[in-house]
């Protein structure tokens, strides 16, 4: 017979909150008796957490940075039953004081024997920056190690943010295309979830591509140095593992350390306040959740949770969800949360949140100003710079006032040969973003004459509908004092729209009234995700209305919309009335 056990953090000394700066093993894994679980690290020394038995991992507890005392869950084990025998005595192992502690994290001076590796060009950190910059730089010649903390590549944006919360939206999706099924005639039954296959489901999305980096590391002879790197001189970083350390002099090095997310202040350590990364562990049976901020994050994990049959409420702090969006947009979206959520409140803060056995307790001031009770809290209030605790003291390299690290068109810190990339960088905070960094920095550190001048930097909220926009918006351009014309097609009198049930978008051209160049766009509508960068490509391209609209669009898809509102701008549509008639560049 199995049964579960609750691993806990061991007696760590007088440590309190101690990070956690590696997480070993996945749900779903079979770990060995002795096998390492996580990795912590205070400012002294960091530490191995092994299992006290054999099993498999049922779920996590902990994730990457999280804060663990003494006694805090790690993970719950299902352990067979000699193996249970051996799991009660294992479990008293975990009471006996905790191994010595490893590799100090940030020795000043090199630790006897640590390893001593010599490379070109250095990259702290694997995400979708570093990994990008490193394989360009391996292409380009360069001798590269790539420094990680995390057992596997991808960053946030593989392990723990765009392809795990894109695997679960897609899930969503059809759990909610299905139900709005019923309104054409055709029933399904409730859907019936099981959480363990639907995280496996997510888990092996991910495995499959950060597998899949390993061997492009391996096949380029990317050295990967798994690690937490700390500059210890302006050529020279130390990589503390759990096993000791390594010292690598460089030549060049690129940051790309990414972000993480931001904590809100006087919220009680309670396993069920989470973060984005464990929040992507959905759990069962659906209860009530409270989602803190209504950005691109918060109503991602929103609009998971809602399909998966949770009760939200949203709470936002500004006047308006996705801000900084064009309020036109965003309403498309937010009166469909409207319908699906309990509450979504604006200009609303949390006040107090108290940890209760029957739930989390919360008071709002403001506009939805009360008191009510949840099974759950998401925290997404945004992400900060992982900046600090890296050495770049050492570096001599200069933070701006939020800790990020200004860099020039060629990725240029102030520091000759330090580059920096991705979310360290500042915001927008995107992969697609970091990854274009990356192959830039490379390229410059490679001699070669590059620079990082997107004109189109799409974002896109995957959310139900998504909304998606581009270079300037109507509200920036109003402060800056641009003049635009505009297109602005309805979905409404889209027929594929129309046939998808989902009339409620809106394409949104904005065109230089100077130059009549396109210059921004929003969409908000299913899929407007995917149409986006035809209109990234027209504005590097120096499209005009016409451009577009002459450009002929498969019929019918919701791309033609991108097509009707340039013809809108154009005057030459014919599916609406055009508000300005103008008279073509070469005629049709
Ligand atoms: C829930 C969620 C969903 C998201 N969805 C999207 C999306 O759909 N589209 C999109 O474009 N963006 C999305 N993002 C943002 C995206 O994940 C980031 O913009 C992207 O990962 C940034 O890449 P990066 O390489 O700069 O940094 P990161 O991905 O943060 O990678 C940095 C790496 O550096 C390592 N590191 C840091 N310090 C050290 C050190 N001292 N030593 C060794 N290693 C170190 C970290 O372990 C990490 O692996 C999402 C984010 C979240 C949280």
Not at 21 to 40: F, H, K, P, W, Y
Not at 52 to 81: F, M, Q, Y
Request: charged share 25%.
């Amino acid at each position: 017979m199995a049964e579960s056990l609750v691993v806990r953090v061991p007696d760590i000394g007088e440590f309190e909150g101690v990070d956690v700066v590696e997480v070993l093993v996945t749900v779903g894994g079979r770990v060995e008796s002795g096998q390492a679980l996580i990795v912590i690290e205070s400012e002294k020394a960091s530490m191995e957490i092994p299992s006290p038995a054999a099993g498999v991992v049922e779920s996590l507890a902990v994730s990457l940075n999280a804060k663990v005392s003494e006694g805090d869950p790690i993970c719950t084990l299902r352990v067979e039953a000699e193996a249970g025998a051996d799991a009660g005595a294992a479990s008293q192992a975990t009471e006996r004081p905790a191994p010595a502690p490893a590799a100090p994290a940030a020795a000043p001076a090199p630790a006897p024997g640590a390893e001593s590796i010599e490379a070109e060009l250095l990259v702290l950190g694997g995400g979708p920056g570093g990994y990008s910059a490193a394989f360009r730089a391996a292409d380009l010649g360069k001798s590269v190690v790539l420094v990680e903390r995390d057992a596997t590549l991808g960053g946030v944006c593989l392990n723990v943010g765009c392809i795990p919360s894109k695997a679960l939206l897609h899930m969503a999706e059809v759990i909610e295309q299905a139900r709005a099924l019923a309104e054409h005639g055709i029933e399904f039954g409730q859907p019936k979830l099981d959480f363990e296959r639907i995280r496996a489901r997510k888990d092996e999305v991910v495995s499959t591509l950060t597998r899949g980096l390993d061997r492009l590391a391996e096949q380029r002879k990317v050295r990967v140095l798994r690690g937490l790197g700390r500059f210890t001189g302006s050529n020279e970083l130390s990589a503390a593992h759990a096993r000791g350390e390594a010292r690598v002099r460089f030549g060049q090095v690129i940051l790309a350390t990414g972000s993480r997310n931001v904590e809100l202040p006087g919220l009680p350590a309670d396993p069920r306040i989470l973060d984005s990364t464990r929040a992507l562990e959905v759990e069962g049976p659906p209860g009530r959740l409270l989602v803190i901020g209504g950005g691109v994050i918060g109503l991602e994990l929103a609009t998971v949770y809602l399909a998966f049959g949770w009760r939200v409420v949203i709470v936002e702090l500004l006047a308006q969800l996705l801000s900084g969006v064009d309020r036109d947009l965003v309403r498309p979206l937010e009166r469909r949360l409207r319908e699906r959520c309990e509450r979504v409140l604006l200009e609303t803060r949390v006040a107090s949140v108290e940890a209760g056995p029957d739930g989390l307790h919360v008071t709002l001031e403001g506009g939805g100003a009360g008191r009510d009770s949840f099974d759950r809290i998401l925290v997404a209030v945004g992400r900060r710079p992982n900046s600090d605790g890296i050495g770049l003291d050492a570096l001599g390299v200069r933070l701006d006032e939020r800790g990020f690290v200004p860099v020039d068109a060629q990725l240029r810190t102030n520091v000759q040969h330090v580059f920096a990339i991705g979310d360290v960088t500042g915001p927008p905070l995107l992969a697609h973003r970091a990854t274009h960094q990356g192959k830039v920095a490379a390229e410059v550190a490679a001699g070669v004459a590059a620079s990082f001048d997107a004109l189109a930097i799409p974002s896109v909220a995957y959310t139900d509908p998504e909304v998606a926009w581009v270079g300037i918006t109507e509200d920036e351009a109003r402060r800056r004092g641009v003049a635009l014309r505009k297109g602005v097609f309805p979905w409404s009198a889209s027929g594929r729209a129309l046939g998808l049930g989902r009339g409620e978008g809106v394409t949104k051209l904005l065109f230089s009234e100077e130059t009549e160049r396109i210059v921004g766009a929003g969409l908000v509508g299913t899929h407007a995700g995917e149409l986006i960068s035809e209109v990234a490509l027209a504005m590097e391209l120096g499209a005009d209305a016409h451009d577009i609209g002459l450009t002929v669009h498969p019929h019918p898809t919701l791309s033609e919309t991108v097509a009707f509102a340039a013809e809108l701008v154009a005057g030459t549509i014919t599916d609406m009335l055009p508000p300005r008639p103008r008279a073509p560049k070469g005629g049709r």
